[in-house]
Nanobody, 123 residues
Framework: LLQLTESGGGSVQAGGSLTLSCVAS????????IAWFRQVPGKEREAVAA????????FYADSVKGRFTISRDSAKNSADIQMNSLKPDDTATYYC????????????????WGQGTQVTVSS
């Protein structure tokens, strides 16, 4: 089974930057759409970014557009999200997920998930 592992979370002050990484094992995800989601306890899960299998098509939630950049590296079997100008509202647990059927901000087909990595942004 394809497994995903996130890393790179931590604590940062508002205005700072973090890069999260999602590394696949047990298979390759070159044919998958990869998306990053975030969730705060008590709130709905939010898709923040997605990238198509070729890396050409990208999607961003309005809340992160212009601040976050999603990328992928087939040689490393990984996908990153660079997060700049972080805000306290970005505080959440971030998950990556792989979708073999479609690429969008959420929707069906996201059945493979990592364990999550915590991002905390202080003011």
């Amino acid at each position: 089974l394809l497994q995903l592992t996130e890393s790179g979370g931590g604590s940062v002050q508002a205005g700072g930057s973090l890069t999260l990484s999602c590394v696949a094992s047990g298979g390759v995800f070159s044919n998958y759409c990869i998306a990053w989601f975030r969730q705060v306890p008590g709130k709905e899960r939010e898709a923040v970014a997605a990238i198509g299998s070729t890396g050409v098509r990208t999607f961003y939630a309005d809340s992160v557009k212009g601040r976050f950049t999603i990328s992928r590296d087939s040689a490393k079997n990984s996908a990153d999200i660079q997060m700049n100008s972080l805000k306290p509202d970005d505080t959440a647990t971030y998950y990556c997920s792989a979708n073999p059927f479609r690429c969008a901000l959420g929707g069906t087909g996201f059945e493979i998930w990592g364990q999550g990595t915590q991002v905390t942004v202080s003011s």
